[in-house]
């Protein structure tokens, strides 16, 4: 059973195929510059990387390069579109529609389209792919899979903004959460790690990339997480400001002359550790920079380091203790640094790092030492793995 994961961003479709016997990837790539001009990215698990400029004027024709590749004689892994036995594609808001992944029909289509107000950068080009996978492979099940979802056992008091109840009830402003398939993926994987029942553990999750964002597992449940209404809530992030007090938007609308459209580009694109720094949004180059004697990199990580700290912090109150903490993505799976400063704040639990452990990167380990008050993980996350499981699951 082979499975194709598709995620469809506004200019750019990744994808992977993957074999369910085994859960192998076959195939993986992505289609980039759509609308602009296009690139196409494509590695076979046995093979190396083609690059290929093709035109890619919209998602339709990204889906048909992608096949191509897919299909191709040389490079290509499958000898027929019929090879592909499910689409399993990663939606990114499904509002308070959608609490798990489902076969997508007319009425998914219509829910998802419910969320672009919400989602106006995500939803509109992952229906746009859902469209576009219809007309190129037509008749092969799909599925969606959303990213709010695994955040929809919430509790009130979690979600609920204090803003006057109207607006929920006319607008859904609420906290949603991101990254769920992420938070699912690791929080499943650190209860087996720490031998405990996922129905019966504490877990805190901390997905650590370009965006960012913490959750409070109970239970098997997210219960908590950093991310709200939008992706912009929460942790500082690598352009995103986290949270801020509002009151700063007009503020900086008044000071600036400035719409309230700008000062929400500000704080997604320009804010964050690139927006203190102002050195980037890579934490590659912060570390390095800081190394160098950038102090304004410093203190962009250590305004990153203690934020991620404090929310670990919160959840620990949230769920009256937690098992364990994991740290997942680009960051989380490959900084020690980053790792060793948050649990620099967990001291007070009885915490300690086995450094050489913690030196380790993109592998499932504990980094902890024996007998600390809280485990720590590094647990890779796998979105795409999810999404193929999932759809598998959904399609049988
Ligand atoms: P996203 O999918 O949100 O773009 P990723 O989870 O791929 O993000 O994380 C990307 C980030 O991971 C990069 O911006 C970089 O800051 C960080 N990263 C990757 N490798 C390292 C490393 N070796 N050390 C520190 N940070 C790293």
């Known amino acids: 059973m082979n499975i194709l994961v598709l995620n469809c961003g506004s200019s750019s479709l990744k994808y992977q195929l993957i074999d369910m016997n085994g859960e192998n990837v076959l195939a993986k790539g992505i289609c980039e510059r759509i609308g602009i001009d296009g690139r196409l990215k494509h590695s076979p698990a046995d093979g190396d990387e083609f690059v290929a400029d093709v035109a890619l004027p919209d998602h339709t024709e990204a889906v048909g390069a992608m096949l191509d590749a897919l299909l191709d004689k040389e490079h290509g892994v499958i000898s027929e579109i019929g090879e592909i036995n499910a689409i399993g594609h990663r939606i990114v808001h499904g509002g308070e529609y959608f609490s798990a992944s489902v076969v997508i029909t007319e009425d998914v289509k219509r829910g998802i389209e419910k969320c672009c107000d919400i989602a106006p950068l995500h939803n509109p080009p992952n229906l746009v792919g859902i469209e576009a996978s219809e007309k190129l492979m037509p008749g092969i099940p799909q599925v969606a899979v959303f990213d709010t979802a695994f955040h929809q056992t919430l509790p009130p008091k979690a979600y609920l903004y204090a803003l006057p109840y109207e ?17 699912r993926y690791v929080s499943e994987r650190a209860a087996q790690f720490i031998g405990k029942p996922y ?16 959750c409070a597992v109970e239970n098997g449940k ?43 580009n500000i704080l997604n694109k320009k804010s964050g550790v690139l927006g203190l720094s102002g ?28 934020k991620v700290a404090k929310s670990i912090g919160e959840y620990l109150v949230a769920m009256n203790g937690a098992d364990a903490v994991v740290f997942t993505a680009g960051i989380g ?44 993980l590094v647990v890779p996350t796998n979105e795409e793995l999810v999404i193929a499981r999932d759809t598998l699951a959904i399609v049988g």
């Open 167 to 183: 607006y929920y009830e006319k607008y859904k402003i609420r906290k949603y959460g991101f990254h769920g398939t992420s938070h």
């Open 199 to 214: 129905d019966r553990a504490k877990l805190i999750t901390c997905h650590l990339g370009g965006g960012a964002s913490i």
């Open 279 to 306: 050195v980037s949004s890579d934490f590659r180059d912060l570390e390095a920079a800081k190394d160098a004697g950038n102090e304004r990199a410093k203190i962009a990580l250590e305004v990153f380091f203690y």
């Open 333 to 376: 799976e490959n900084s020690p640094l980053v790792r060793r400063e948050v649990c620099r704040y967990l001291a007070f639990l009885g915490v300690g790092v086995d450094e050489a452990r913690n030196a380790l990167r993109g592998v499932e380990t504990e980094i902890t030492t024996p007998g600390s008050g809280i485990r720590v």
């Open 222 to 264: 997210s219960v908590d997480t950093t991310m709200g209404f939008t992706p912009l809530e929460g942790l500082v992030m690598g352009t995103r400001s986290g949270d801020i007090d509002p009151a700063v938007i007009s503020y900086l609308m008044q000071k600036e002359h400035i719409s309230a459209k700008d000062v929400e």
